[in-house]
């Protein structure tokens, strides 16, 4: 089992501010993808990065795949109540299996 | 192009019945995964399927639940004799997979009620 530790567990923010989310192994990953799930809903993709050192945006999202493939941020500026929700990464791995993260659940008070 | 479809959304259910959970993946993707959740928590992969066979099956308990993604129709998950431990909300995503690029599109779950 190739394991994602995600840190911290719990933000809680106002709005405005800015936040970075960390999403940690010790394995290597050909992909990695991030998710966002509000209540009572699926997760839904927000962006796929393969390539080490990798960079996306996202309007006000950032995210980032480290050199070495094995671990990665998300960076939002200036998060928005509409950013509250639980943020979930997962590394595409050994036997075509999503390996997911525990989970940051980020709530922005307006 | 339609997504992930999951029926029904919500199922109730008595201890000792069974529950069935339908999963339709997106059109032209043969690789569906299950995944359980509980509230204010991450995913717990159950069990990998491709159309007839079943690739991984090592996070689904070895009783009462079974899972199939036959040649026609949707993937389903079944959870037979059911306990209130079973309560939760129960995902599948469906994937196409690439030898460089994967990604996994999530359906909207069905949250399962066990009394």
């Known amino acids: 089992t190739q394991l994602l530790e995600q840190s911290p567990q719990f933000l809680s923010i106002q709005e405005g501010e800015n936040l970075t989310v960390y999403c940690n192994s010790s394995?290597?990953?050909?992909?990695l993808q991030w998710y966002r799930q509000e209540p009572g809903e699926g997760p839904v993709l927000l962006v796929t990065v393969v390539t080490g050192g990798e960079v996306k945006k996202l309007k006000r999202l950032t995210f980032q795949f480290g050199d070495a493939r094995k671990d990665s941020s998300l960076h939002i500026t200036a998060a928005q109540p509409g950013d509250t929700g639980l943020y979930l990464c997962?590394?595409?791995?050994?036997?075509?299996?999503?390996?997911f993260g525990t989970g940051t659940s980020l709530t922005v008070i307006p | 192009n339609a997504g992930v479809m999951q029926n029904p959304r919500h199922l109730v259910r008595r201890r000792g019945q069974e529950a069935r959970l339908r999963c339709s993946p997106m059109k032209g993707h043969s690789h569906v995964y299950w995944y359980r959740q509980l509230p204010e928590e991450g995913l717990k992969f159950m069990v990998y399927?491709?159309?007839?066979?079943?690739?991984?099956e090592s996070g689904m308990p070895k009783e009462r639940f079974s899972a199939e993604f036959p040649k026609e129709g949707p993937s389903i998950l079944r959870i037979q004799q059911v306990v209130r431990g079973d309560s939760a909300a129960y995902f599948c995503a469906s994937s196409v997979l690439s030898s460089s690029y994967n990604e996994q599109f999530f359906g909207p779950g069905t949250r399962l009620t066990v009394l």
């Open positions: 394995s290597v990953f050909s992909s």
């Open positions: 399927l491709q159309k007839e066979n079943i690739i991984d």
């Open positions: 997962a590394g595409f791995g050994t036997g075509n299996q999503f390996y």
